[in-house]
T-cell receptor, first 115, second 112 residues
């Protein structure tokens, strides 16, 4: 199974809502990632979890709150977002270090619209 | 922060032609990876070249790496309409742990 599954595929939320994006993988990968991608731009790294611990936070605003409840699941909790946070949110997973050195497997993304 | 910059930003070719896109990066790397993204979809890993390799092939893909110039190129031979996508390089920086950032990308359009 080489799939990374993201839900929901589409999400529309108001600025006062609280919602969550979910990501699941069953490849035994111990590194999981959140990226944000605006139209016609490259994905921007937000967070990296390694062995279920947050290892990288790229100075992301606190209205985005990641959570890694176990080695297969990654969540991104959203609260008090702004319209400029509308984007495609991509989850990825990889082996931690080792060989091959960390090819990333991506989900299809969650398209978020903030009204 | 972005580690890679690609050129051209956009490339339009006819089916059957070759497509070459280039990536320049800033610091020492362990490897450099190339990914493809179809419009609005997730990224798909294409090929990885290690810092001690100079050239690598996978099907119609050929990747070169010149660490002295901090640059890499991706060649797609005999392109097909299905190759239409955005292509991103991702240099894995030495000492960067699991951090992987993407270059600015090349939008490739292959016309029939």
């Amino acid at each position: 199974d080489t799939e990374v599954t993201q839900t929901p595929k589409h999400l529309v939320m108001g600025m006062t809502n609280k919602k969550s994006l979910k990501c699941e993988q069953h490849m035994g990968h111990r590194a999981m990632y959140w990226y944000k991608q605006k139209a016609k731009k490259p994905p921007e790294l937000m967070f990296v979890y390694s062995y279920e611990k947050l290892s990288i936070n790229e100075s992301v605003p606190s209205r985005f709150s990641p959570e890694c409840p176990n080695s297969s699941l990654l969540n991104l909790h959203l609260h008090a977002l702004q319209p400029e946070d509308s984007a495609l949110y991509l989850c990825a997973s990889s082996q931690v270090g080792g060989s091959p050195a960390g090819e990333l497997f991506f989900g299809e993304g969650s398209r978020l619209t903030v009204l | 922060s972005q580690q890679g910059e690609e050129d051209p930003q956009a490339l339009s070719i006819q089916e059957g032609e070759n497509a070459t896109m280039n990536c320049s990066y800033k610091t020492s790397i362990n490897n450099l990876q190339w990914y493809r993204q179809n419009s609005g979809r997730g990224l798909v890993h294409l090929i990885l070249i290690r810092s001690n390799e100079r050239e690598k092939h996978s099907g119609r893909l050929r990747v070169t790496l010149d660490t002295s110039k901090k640059s890499s190129s991706l060649l797609i031979t005999a392109s097909r309409a299905a190759d239409t996508a955005s292509y991103f390089c991702a240099p894995r920086v030495t000492g960067g742990g699991n951090k992987l950032t993407f270059g600015t990308g090349t939008q490739l359009k292959v016309e029939l």
